[in-house]
């Protein structure tokens, strides 16, 4: 779990080039010392990411990689299709143990509830029987955090789990977030629910730096205390007037006429990257809790494009 466009997507895909290969190389490395005994088949559904834009920013990351799959077609409400494909796949590698990505499984909850609902109970007893058989299934879900949700504030897994049906069955629940370290390009892992221990929530974090070289890539820095880390508004009013973006700074408050202005580029960041992977206007409105209005959506597109976001 982690806010919208925080890196959750490249995490994961590294995650899944590391799972697939069965051992840490330099190029996935994503702990000091962890290891699997045996690869794993990944299949891995991008829900989220436009196919071109996947495409172009992932290619060379995920060129030649055994056991890993990337469904880009499949879209998050054909629950038939998920389902055929799992099993399929399944069936495919015999004994092979099998990570099933959702990513972003967010993207899932404007489908029919009924039908949602009814995938991820059957998911649930598929998992089941695939473990009775020696043959383990294992899923991954990826999803946004609550719509209020801020930098500065802790993740846990209660005030901010995002919507709880979102979950589905979920055992073990990590957090994505970003440090006030660096260059502030670094991102924490913490671990925030562990079915094998329940009271066992961990007070240190493991920081990551984002080492994108010809592709996007994270490599382990140290471990630390998350009050030592965790960014304040002041932290990140700071980083704010210093973003850059395509090697040029942006401004953060262009001059408005008449009202004063009420969007900056923070607050207008994520609304862009969601309508630009696909996002419908209502959709956008509905996980902040907005009531969708012709006027509020002109609104925020005269303010995207003051502020340099074309759509």
């Known amino acids: 779990i982690g806010r919208t466009q925080i890196g959750k997507t490249t995490w994961v895909i590294q995650y899944s080039i590391a799972i697939s290969l069965g ?22 559904f991008a ?17 030649n990689i055994p056991n890993l799959f990337i469904e880009l ?8 299709a998920i389902k055929r494909k799992i099993i399929n796949m399944q069936n495919s590698i015999g004994n092979r143990r099998l990570l099933v990505v959702f990513d972003n499984i967010t993207k899932m909850k404007f489908t029919g509830k009924e039908g949602r609902n009814a995938f991820f109970n059957w998911l649930e007893s598929y998992q089941n029987e695939c473990t009775s058989k020696g043959v383990p299934i294992t899923y991954l879900k990826v999803y946004h955090t609550q719509g209020r949700y801020r930098d500065d504030m802790p993740l846990d897994s209660t005030t901010n789990y995002g919507i709880k049906t979102d979950s589905f069955f979920s055992q073990s629940l990590v957090g994505f977030g970003l440090c006030k370290d660096g260059d502030g390009r670094q991102r924490y892992i913490k671990e ?32 630390a205390e998350e009050c030592d880390v965790l960014p304040t508004k002041v932290d990140l009013v700071r980083g704010a007037a210093s973003m850059e973006r395509e090697g040029q700074k942006v401004s953060q408050n262009p001059q408005k006429r008449g009202r004063r202005e009420i969007y900056n580029h923070d607050k207008l ?43």
């Open 23 to 44: 051992y840490k190389e330099d190029d996935a490395k994503l702990t000091p010392d962890w290891k699997l005994s045996q690869p794993m088949t990944v299949l891995y």
């Open 269 to 311: 960041l994520p609304i862009y990257e969601e309508k630009k992977a696909g996002y419908s206007w209502r959709e956008i409105f509905e996980r902040r809790g907005w009531t969708f209005s012709k006027d509020k959506k002109r609104a925020l597109q005269h303010a995207l494009k003051r502020h340099g976001f074309v759509l």
């Open 192 to 223: 925030l629910k562990n079915k094998l221990e329940p009271d066992g929530e961990k007070r240190t974090l493991s920081i990551y730096r984002f080492a994108g070289k010809e592709v996007p890539l994270y490599e382990y820095i140290k471990e």
């Open 73 to 80: 077609k499949t879209d998050a409400s054909d629950f038939k």
């Open 47 to 63: 829900f989220e990411q436009d196919r071109t834009y996947f495409k172009s920013k992932y290619g060379k990351f995920l060129k």
